[in-house]
């Protein structure tokens, strides 16, 4: 009895031996997992150079919008330069668009329609110029009993279009897209503020700005050594210089006159016209 009991624990612990010396051996052959693969980075963004428009009007003053040719409503070739020493305002939109750019095209009709007495500028540059020809640009102006004195609808290359948004005006253009702020040019051709149009508190604030910058006499113009023309030659004793400034009003700011004629004061900034409030005029909504 003693023996056979002797035998079983030696025969179960030579039988876990065994079975403890293959465990191992099997742990020392297994292949190795694959070792995961390393990640790969991001590709860094590539750098994007200036436009050549870009480069070109960088000797420009801020806020000074530079020249630009497009083709007008009538297939006929537009030149800024033929707004020098005027007051214009500057917008964007695309005749296919179903609501915003309607509110704000409303917007400057009712000032047109208010202010018939005005010598006011209004330029509209489409952002998809692919469908927006000229004829249907035509189209779109009367739909808005657009005065062609006063109101251009403009058409040309993207990458031109897409220049002067960026370059002179600071606002983002890409096809078929746009803002709804308008811009205030004044007859030095510097932008003087950014308004929202689909907003009637910012259409007053235009309002007013334009009542300020329409009520100001250009400056006398550089002779061609650059210098500031003589005092012998003015007619009229020199103005107090006009204060400047490199930033534009931006929808929330006051609106405050650039220069004061030593004749007659611009027409104050906190008292608008009766005409303010701005009145679309009856359009006839898009089909």
């Not at 056979?4 to 403890?20: C, N």
């Not at 305002?89 to 009709?109: D, E, G, I």
Request: hydrophobic fraction near 35%; charge should be negative.
């Amino acid at each position: 009895m003693h023996s056979g009991a002797v035998r079983f624990w030696v025969l179960l612990i030579a039988a876990l031996s065994v079975g403890y010396a293959s465990l191992l051996l099997v742990r020392k052959t297994a292949p190795e997992p694959p070792a995961e693969p390393p990640r790969a980075e991001a590709p860094k963004p590539a750098e994007v150079a200036p436009s050549p428009a870009a480069a070109s009007n960088a000797a420009l003053p801020a806020g000074e919008v530079a020249p630009f040719e497009l083709i007008d409503e009538n297939g006929e070739p537009f030149d800024s330069r033929s707004l020098e020493g005027e007051v214009w305002v500057a917008s964007f939109f695309f005749t296919n668009c179903p609501a915003v750019c309607w509110r704000m095209n409303q917007a400057l009709a009712g000032w047109q329609a208010t202010h018939p007495e005005s010598d006011v500028r209004f330029v509209s540059i489409t952002c998809d110029p692919e469908n927006d020809t000229p004829e249907a640009l035509a189209r779109y102006a009367k739909h808005f009993k657009a005065d062609p004195k006063r109101w251009t609808f403009l058409t040309g290359d993207m990458e031109t279009i897409q220049s002067i948004g960026q370059d002179s005006f600071q606002i983002a253009v890409v096809r078929g897209d746009h803002t709804d702020r308008a811009c205030v040019v004044d007859r030095e051709g510097r932008v003087r503020g950014r308004f929202r149009l689909t907003e009637p508190d910012q259409v007053q604030m235009l309002d007013r700005l334009l009542t300020v910058a329409e009520a100001e006499p250009a400056r006398e113009k550089k002779t061609e050594d650059g210098n500031e023309p003589s005092a012998e030659s003015e007619a009229e004793p020199e103005a107090d210089p006009p204060a400047d400034s490199d930033e534009p009003v931006d929808s929330d700011e006051s609106v405050e006159p650039a220069e004061e004629s030593s004749d007659e004061p611009a027409a104050p900034a906190e008292q608008p016209a009766a005409s303010d409030k701005t009145e679309p005029a009856a359009v006839d909504e898009p089909e």
